[in-house]
């Protein structure tokens, strides 16, 4: 298997693993608060890099870097408003209003990491985010919680900004799972913090049910979801690998339809297959100019 194919498995694989989390979350959310969510969420995820480094013999190291506290910072922010708008919003809207990441993740990775992109690939990210815009607006009115559109998209924007630092921190000499350990152990001093603010830390009110659902949606989407987009960030460019998640909400909705339905019309149809042809005929692209690239280096070599 070539290292686009493995990097478009394992981004497609986490983009599913993502897509499950917000259904769980919100049932967890029933139960438990929002800090105690994000609480609940690190250090889920921080036991699961031990074991995973343990079973792995692969032990899990601290990177103390600057890129990596930041992104742990962004990525605290990130988790608290995740929890936040869950609270308050459906999964489907969740998952509506988390197009913007793809938005987010594009314009952030021109900035940060100088990436280029060529009039195709403009031409279908432009094409795949306006499929995105056309799926979700199915007539919902958000302006009844303006509070909640407001957390998911701060979610969106930290977490686009979480993986710039990511795709600035990897390297083939770095564990992805020892870089998810460190970042999670950083944020969990943070949402502490935040946690003792809202004082609700040591107030015992802790629901087995709701930390069941809130364990299960980090183990797929928090950790699983990550470790495989950070594996997929070694062979995607940020942008393309980004622009691919734009499936999320589409299997979101599909997940949570029995729970809250929502209506199927003509333009959120044509959206999904705008969506749908626009991402794989960007990842062809893709994987044609990486072909053309190893051809140029190539010759030069020989001459």
């Given at each position: 298997m070539s290292e686009i194919?493995?990097?478009?498995?394992?981004?497609?694989?986490?983009?599913?693993?993502?897509?499950v989390g917000p259904l769980l979350s919100k049932?967890?959310?029933?139960?438990?608060?929002?800090s105690k969510a994000a609480l609940i969420n690190v250090l889920t995820i921080i036991t699961a890099c031990v074991l995973l480094g343990l079973f792995t013999k692969n032990y899990v190291k601290f990177y103390f870097e600057k890129n990596i506290i930041l992104l742990a910072l962004f990525n605290s922010l990130g988790i608290i408003f995740l929890f936040l708008s869950i609270e308050l919003l459906s999964p489907v809207e969740i998952g509506f209003l988390g197009r913007f990441y793809t938005v987010f993740a594009v314009i952030l990775s021109m900035f940060f990491l100088k990436e280029k992109l060529s009039r195709k690939e403009l031409f279908f990210i432009?094409?795949?985010?306006?499929?995105?815009?056309?799926?979700?607006?199915?007539g919902g009115d958000y302006t009844n919680n303006l509070v909640g559109s407001l957390?998911?998209?701060?979610?969106?924007?930290?977490?686009?900004?979480?993986?710039?630092?990511?795709?600035?921190?990897l390297s083939k000499q770095k564990s992805s799972n020892s870089i998810m350990f460190t970042n999670n152990s950083i944020s969990l001093l943070i949402i502490i913090i935040y946690t003792l603010i809202m004082g609700e830390l040591f107030d015992g009110n802790y629901s087995f049910e709701g930390i069941g659902y809130l364990v299960l949606s980090t183990l797929l989407g928090g950790f699983l979801g990550t470790l495989l987009l950070y594996e997929a960030l070694k062979y995607l460019r940020f942008s393309i690998a980004n622009v691919t998640r734009a499936f999320s909400p589409l299997l979101l909705a599909v997940i949570s339809y029995p729970f809250f339905p929502i209506e199927i019309t003509v333009r959120n149809t044509l959206g999904a297959i705008i969506l749908i042809l626009s991402i794989?005929?960007?990842?062809?692209?893709?994987?044609?100019?990486?072909?053309?690239?190893?051809?140029?280096?190539?010759?030069n070599s020989a001459k």
């Open positions: 194919r493995k990097g478009h498995l394992f981004n497609m694989l986490s983009v599913l693993m993502l897509a049932f967890g959310l029933l139960e438990t608060s929002p432009t094409f795949a985010v306006l499929g995105t815009f056309l799926f979700v607006d199915t957390f998911a998209l701060l979610y969106t924007f930290f977490f686009a900004l979480t993986n710039i630092f990511i795709k600035k921190t794989l005929l960007l990842s062809t692209g893709d994987k044609k100019e990486k072909a053309n690239e190893k051809t140029i280096v190539t010759s």
